[in-house]
């Protein structure tokens, strides 16, 4: 089993990275909460992955941490209907403290906002996650520019998530609250308060 992969970051696009590897340029799905938090191509790169082997092919899936890994597998290996392609969709569209806290709240509404995902595909994520998301909560880097390092939120950071409330509270879209503040979250670090991380957010 494949579970991280290190190398050179060659090509990137927000669904798609190319790691190369002692001489092998090994193709990795990603989700846009992943690809965001990516260096530019040239840069070394660490991706926690989960290979998914079909009779027609192997598919390697990775993520900027352990946490959304596991979470990915879960989702796969225990909901209905929800296969990898749909998966990879669902935790682009919502980072991973949100998506969690949605499925702990019943929030069924913000889930079928998902593309893909309809009202009864949303209510299966709440039946079969609800008592198991937030299992596995880790801190893990990935290699920015110039060798810097950018701290990946927390599985469950209820920093990051009562940011996003408050931004929707300003009149945000959640989908554009949460995109602001997980870049906010990638500029100031995952110690940002939440305070700060909104500042960040509304200022862009």
């Keep these: 089993m494949i579970t991280s992969i290190q190398g050179l ?3 990137c696009t927000p669904l ?3 790691v190369e590897l002692n001489g092998f340029g090994y193709e990795v799905n990603i989700p846009v ?3 965001e938090k990516l260096p530019a191509p040239g840069a070394q790169v660490k991706l926690h992955t989960l290979v998914i082997y079909r009779e027609d092919a192997q598919t390697l899936y990775g993520f900027a941490s352990p946490a959304e890994r596991d979470f990915f597998r879960l989702m796969i290996e225990t909901v209905s209907g929800v296969g990898p392609k749909l998966a990879l969709t669902i935790m682009s569209r919502m980072s991973l403290a949100v998506l969690e806290g949605a499925i702990r709240d019943g929030d069924v509404n913000s889930l079928s906002k ?3 995902i309809g009202k009864k595909t949303a209510e299966r994520l709440v039946v079969e996650l609800r008592a198991k ?3 596995s909560a880790g801190l893990s880097p990935v290699a920015g520019p110039a060798g ?3 701290a990946v939120a927390p599985s469950g950071d209820t920093t990051l998530r009562d940011a996003i409330l408050a931004l929707t509270a300003l009149g945000y879209k959640q989908a554009d609250a949460d995109a602001a503040v997980r870049r906010a ?3 100031l670090g995952a110690g940002a308060t939440t305070e700060k991380l909104i500042k960040r ?3 862009g």
């Design 133 to 135: 998301v937030g299992a």
């Design 114 to 116: 998902c593309p893909g």
């Design 201 to 203: 957010a509304l200022t």
């Design 33 to 35: 909460t992943t690809a």
């Design 185 to 187: 979250q990638i500029a």
């Design 9 to 11: 970051l060659t090509e």
């Design 148 to 150: 810097s390092e950018a």
């Design 16 to 18: 798609r990275a190319v």
